[in-house]
């Protein structure tokens, strides 16, 4: 198993989340969360004053999924979530040890 993570742009949740309903995944987690990479940042100006905006509002998605779905959600994220723009995020894969399910009790493969 596998937990695959992206960090996008919030307005591609949407797209985000039709391609991974098209790949036969059922759940994923979406966290509201604020980072920079090379984009580090923006400058903005309000009422006349002008302040730096450091860390830059994204979403991470975090889906579990079997070794042989992986690369085919990894595919489905980065077509979805790219606009071609700095700052469109990033994929992590990690191995996923176990899974469980709370209701049933049932577990890794079962449990997704």
């Given at each position: 198993?596998k937990l ?5 742009k ?7 989340l ?20 090379r984009?580090?940042?923006h ?7 002008e ?54 009790g ?7």
């Amino acid at each position: 198993m596998k937990l695959v993570t992206a960090i996008i742009k919030p307005f591609k949740i949407d797209d985000v989340l039709d391609a991974v309903t098209r790949q036969g995944i059922n759940g994923m987690t979406l966290t509201e969360v604020k980072g920079y990479g090379r984009q580090k940042g923006h400058t903005e100006l309000y009422r006349g004053s002008e302040y730096v905006i450091r860390f830059l509002p994204k979403v991470r998605v975090e889906v579990a999924v079997d070794d042989d779905q992986a690369d085919r959600v990894v595919s489905a994220i980065q077509t979805a979530a790219k606009t071609g723009q700095i700052g469109d995020g990033k994929i992590f894969v990690m191995p996923l040890d176990h899974a469980l399910r709370i209701r049933t009790g049932e577990t890794d493969k079962d449990a997704l």
